[in-house]
């Protein structure tokens, strides 16, 4: 993907463009000027490049680079409740789980995967109850203290 080509999709693309596979902030900050509404911070849960910094290493310093306009999703190393807290502290505004439900549906089908969800949203909740913070939005608040 090039500048050009990102352009030539924005110019053609009306809808909301959002960029997958950001890991560095000039990336996020070209992408966000380019005209993408979002970034997905993703090193494709390490399948393509395995020595690519993981999404937790690049996050903070994506969220610094771009603007409080962009949404910034995030994938790739997210296994529990407490991935998620930790990815929207770190100022993610949305967490993708793959590998859990994965897991899941190989294991029980349909069942599987609403057991995933009721996991992961059991230990958010308790992560959230641990550290005494009352929301979801309050989470970057959380950071400095020790998890």
Not at 17 to 41: C, F, N, Q, S, Y
Not at 125 to 144: E, K, V, W, Y
Request: aromatic share 4%.
């Amino acid at each position: 993907m090039t500048p050009d080509v990102l352009s030539a999709i924005r110019t053609a693309w009306p809808e909301n463009l959002v960029i997958k596979g950001i890991l560095d902030p000039e990336d996020a900050r070209l992408a966000v000027d380019l005209g993408a509404d979002a970034v997905i911070v993703s090193n494709h849960g390490g399948r393509q490049l395995d020595a690519a910094p993981t999404s937790v290493e690049s996050l903070p310093a994506i969220k610094d680079a771009v603007t409080d306009d962009c949404l910034i999703m995030v994938d790739g190393g997210v296994r529990s409740g407490l991935d998620v807290a930790r990815m929207m502290a770190l100022g993610a505004d949305f967490v993708f789980l793959g590998r859990a439900f994965m897991y899941g549906v190989g294991a029980l089908g349909e069942l599987g995967a609403s057991h995933v969800v009721r996991l992961i949203k059991e230990e958010l909740r308790h992560t959230m109850a641990q550290i005494g913070c009352p929301n979801l939005t309050r989470l970057p608040d959380f950071l400095s203290k020790s998890w």
